[in-house]
Every structure is written in structure tokens, then in C-alpha cells.
């Protein structure tokens, strides 16, 4: 039997302040005889690949357009991006393969690589750097047996977004090697930095270069986790039959009922609707974690997010100025707060977690008065000082 080790933080984890089928049908698509479901559809199991206007909708968020269409790309519709994931991992890799993995990120990314026997390697990145990752680095960790590259653009946790010279940077290097470069996009268009280029996804280098994968879904920056439809895209089709091959294992196709919402939601007028909400939400929410933060310096430090739903934030000893123990931190807030915060070292680090000691995931996509709420209660925490079970003093 293969061990599964405990996904830690999909117990914690958060998309943006979801709304309601109600509420998705009043943004009003650009036809007005079009609902979220159509109860006169046939439940049938329909197209393995996904839906045919639902796929040239998400071919769109890639430039894909009936007069402009990208003829190499090659897509198919999962159970959300976590599905995408897993599959694309555990179909490509394999015992006699080298994984290198942007670091920190998201478990799945490269603990699905070590459940199927292939050999990890952390490409760490750093707060002093911003938490982008350095091309250059890669010399270092590469080998003969390389076969992957994974990055998550924009990073969860950190909340950084790879810009376009460093991805130009990284196809050149995979491309000279013939490397897969997988890139986890779940959080894609979600960007905060209106002074700068958002950066492309990485199926925009489709003409330099094929072994390229793509992995997103509607759970995050379009605030519908609940339907559970996400996508695998490339240029190489092998790449995306080898995973859907394994998919008819398993679970087939994507329910009927949740690829007509994500057609709905990826009409033109509906998709700018909701993606408006979205960042308005991260607009208004994130500058108040910015004043709260710079409120409370002497314990909080962070690199403010470029893009994603989340900002990782360290917490420091009051008296020291040490990095405490996140695990223990969050625990005691909940107790004493009711306020969940997730333990970055716990959730994102490695074995030892001490090379993320100190660190929180700090979720900033809720609605704006729940948000305000919660900065309000984790205040009050900080000015008091609290005493651990264990008999530690936490602040």
C-alpha cells in the first residue's frame, strides 16, 4: 500500500469570498436567454476532454480567439485544479525521474512527485528576494535525469508573482535541457500590483517551446470552489491525452451540472464581473492588512503579494525578536480568538519546518466587514501577552 501523507493545508485553505448561484445569475451574461443551468440539459457524461464552449472559454483566458486561435494548444477539464494536479503528476512521473520544485509552495506539488518515487529537489526561494525564484540557481540542481520543473504562478503561499523576464528565463533553460516546465496557475488573473506587467501565463511561450503545462480552475480568483471545475492545458498533446488516459480510471468525465456554471461564468460580461469583485475584494482587504501590519512592525514582517489571495507574514518574538513557533501561535489564537490563521512552517515547510519557523498564511480574500473583524481580533491578541499550554510565553 502506498503511504499518503496528511495534505495539511487543505484543511485551512481559501479561495476568494465565494458567491452564490443566485448571485452568479444576476451578473448577466451577454445573452440574456442564458441561465447559470439548464434544467432541460440531458445528464449525460458527455465529453471526456470537457464541454466544447466551455473549452474555447478557457482557451480565451490564453489569447485563444475565432479570429486570432491558437491552433497548439490542447486542453481538457478536470475536477478542479487540484484533479489537474495529481493527474499530470502521478501520469508523468515515475521512480527514475528528478523533480525540481519552486520553494515554498503548495503540498500536492511536491509531495505527489515523492509518492510516486521520483527523486525532489527544492529550488528555494527567499523573502530578501521578494520570494522569486533565481534562474541561475538551477545549474546547481539539475541532473542527468531531470525530467520537471514546477512552479506555482502566482505562489501560494507567498503571494509573489514570477515576472516575464524570469520565465523567459527558465524556457530557455528548459528548453536547452528538453525539461517540462509545469506551472500551477491556480490563482491566475488574481494581481495586485497595477504599476507592473502582470505576468504571462506560461502557456504564452506555446512557439518557443512545447513541454510546457498549465494547471487552473475557476475555485479562486473566480470564487466558485464549489463546482469543482478546473483544467490541464499545453501546446504538446501528449502531455494532456497521457493524463486524461489515467483520468478514465477514475471519474471519467466533469459533472454536466458543473461545466454549464463554468460556461456561465466564463462568458465575457459574467467573467469581467466576477474578476472586478474579485479584486475589489483584494484591493480593499489587502490595504488593510498593509496599515495593520505597519501597525504592529515590531512583530510582523512581510514581502507584500503581487498577486494570489494570501500574504505570508512572520511573527516575531516581542521581546527577542525571534521567529515563534507558527504551529503553536496559531493554535493559541484560535483559542483564545476564534480567528484561523494557518501556520506557515506546519503547512509549508519541510519535515523539520524550521526553515518557515515563524511564518503565517494569512488569507486576505473574505468579505471586506469579515476581514476588518478578524485583523480587529488578531490586534487585540497581540497587544496582550499569552501564556502557551505548554507553559511558554508566546507574546
Not at 528538453?178 to 506551472?183: K, V
Request: with cysteine; charged share 20%; net charge negative.
Amino acid at each position: 500500500m502506498v503511504h499518503v501523507k496528511p495534505f495539511v493545508l487543505d484543511h485551512w485553505d481559501t479561495c476568494v469570498d465565494p458567491v452564490s448561484l443566485q448571485d452568479l445569475a444576476k451578473l448577466g451574461a451577454s445573452d440574456s436567454s442564458v441561465h447559470p443551468v439548464e434544467a432541460s440539459n440531458s445528464l449525460i457524461y458527455g465529453s471526456v476532454l470537457g464541454k466544447p464552449e466551455l473549452r474555447q472559454r478557457i482557451l480565451a483566458l490564453y489569447g485563444h480567439a475565432e479570429d486570432n486561435p491558437i491552433p497548439a494548444l490542447h486542453l481538457a477539464v478536470t475536477q478542479g485544479a487540484i484533479s489537474a494536479n495529481f493527474l499530470v503528476l502521478d501520469t508523468l512521473l515515475g521512480p527514475v525521474d528528478h523533480v525540481i520544485c519552486q520553494y515554498p509552495t503548495y503540498q500536492q506539488l511536491y509531495d505527489v512527485p515523492r509518492r510516486t518515487g521520483a527523486e525532489v529537489s527544492l529550488w528555494r526561494t527567499h523573502a530578501e528576494h521578494g520570494w522569486i525564484p533565481d534562474v541561475s540557481e538551477l545549474q546547481f540542481l539539475v541532473k542527468k535525469n531531470t525530467k520537471m520543473i514546477i512552479i506555482n504562478n502566482p505562489n501560494n503561499p507567498t503571494g509573489a508573482s514570477i515576472p516575464r523576464g524570469v520565465l523567459e528565463e527558465l524556457v530557455a533553460f528548459a528548453s536547452e535541457r528538453g525539461i517540462i516546465i509545469f506551472s500551477d496557475e491556480v490563482f491566475r488573473p488574481l494581481f495586485h500590483d497595477n504599476a507592473q506587467e502582470a505576468p504571462p501565463s506560461i502557456i504564452s511561450f506555446w512557439k518557443q517551446y512545447k513541454n510546457i503545462i498549465a494547471v487552473s480552475s475557476l475555485s479562486k480568483a473566480f470564487s466558485l470552489p464549489g463546482i469543482r471545475v478546473g483544467w490541464i492545458v499545453s501546446p504538446n498533446p501528449n502531455l494532456v491525452n497521457e493524463a486524461i488516459n489515467a483520468r478514465d480510471y477514475t471519474t471519467i468525465s466533469v459533472s454536466q451540472v458543473d461545466q454549464d456554471i463554468a460556461t456561465y461564468a466564463l462568458d465575457p460580461v459574467v467573467r469581467e464581473r466576477i474578476l472586478d469583485r474579485s479584486r475589489s475584494i483584494c484591493q480593499q482587504n489587502l490595504a488593510s492588512l498593509e496599515n495593520f501590519i505597519a501597525q504592529h512592525s515590531t512583530q510582523l514582517s512581510w514581502v507584500k503579494p503581487t498577486g494570489a489571495s494570501s500574504a505570508f507574514v512572520r511573527i516575531l518574538d516581542r521581546q527577542t525578536g525571534t521567529p515563534m513557533d507558527d504551529d503553536l501561535y496559531c493554535e493559541m489564537v484560535l483559542r483564545a480568538t476564534g480567528l484561523l490563521i494557518v501556520p506557515g512552517g506546519k503547512s509549508f515547510g519541510t519535515e523539520a519546518a524550521e526553515d518557515l519557523k515563524g511564518y503565517l498564511r494569512v488569507g486576505f480574500v473574505c468579505s471586506t466587514g469579515q476581514f476588518e473583524r478578524a485583523l480587529g481580533l488578531w490586534g487585540e491578541f497581540l497587544r496582550v501577552s499569552v501564556t502557551s499550554p505548554r507553559g511558554e510565553e508566546l507574546a
